[in-house]
């Protein structure tokens, strides 16, 4: 059993993925982790935006593992972001770190775990990670060369470990910060 705030959440942008390889190895090393997740599975770089969902994105009988074991929910698609992060379930957010993700996610109290693909994600995730201390870092662009063992390892440390923690409870200031900036503000 898993505690409150053990789901991951997991979602590129619709203008950046990650490579079929790189998509693979991710839900491989999800797969190792044994993590919940939501994963709101979208075209690789490869494909063109728009494009139909094609299980050949994910490893052999993934889809297959995840009913079976119960241990994640594929969205093919696009996925109410902010009324899952909202979820009191959720606990973490693996990320491209664009800044529309970044504040929905922080507005929340949901810590990231950054995978920055292009323009200013590698900002945001730096800023993220070394300013604010509500992001753990999983690879920097495409083909990073995360593998499925780094993956797991990553999750893990966020979902479970120090760092982890760490974020959460970062995450929770901000998130107050925000609350009480917006009721200013009106």
């Known amino acids: 059993m898993h505690p409150t705030n053990s789901v991951l959440y997991v979602s590129f942008g619709s203008q950046f993925n990650v490579s079929a390889s790189q998509m693979k190895e991710l839900a491989l090393g999800l797969e190792l982790s ?16 728009g494009t139909e969902f094609e299980s050949e994105w994910l490893p052999e009988r993934f889809e297959d593992w995840v009913k079976e074991k119960k241990q994640g929910l594929i969205v093919r698609g696009w996925a109410p972001q902010l009324t899952i992060l909202s979820h009191n379930s959720v606990g973490g957010f693996l990320s491209h770190c664009g800044w529309n993700s970044t504040v929905e996610a922080l507005s929340q109290g ?3 775990i950054g995978w920055p693909l292009g323009g200013d994600q590698f900002y945001n995730a730096k800023l993220l990670v070394e300013e604010v201390g509500v992001c753990v870092e999983i690879g920097r662009r495409r083909e990073a ?5 780094e993956a797991a390892r ?3 440390e966020a979902m479970g470990g120090e760092k982890g923690a760490a974020a959460r409870m970062t995450a929770a200031l901000v998130r107050e910060i925000l609350k009480e900036a917006a009721e200013e503000r009106g």
Not at 34 to 45: E, H, S
Not at 145 to 149: F, K, L, P
């Open 110 to 112: 949901v810590p990231i």
């Open 34 to 49: 044994g993590q919940p997740f939501i994963w709101a599975v979208k075209p690789p770089v490869e494909y063109a935006r």
């Open 145 to 149: 060369g995360v593998g499925r063992e």
């Open 154 to 156: 990553v999750v893990g």
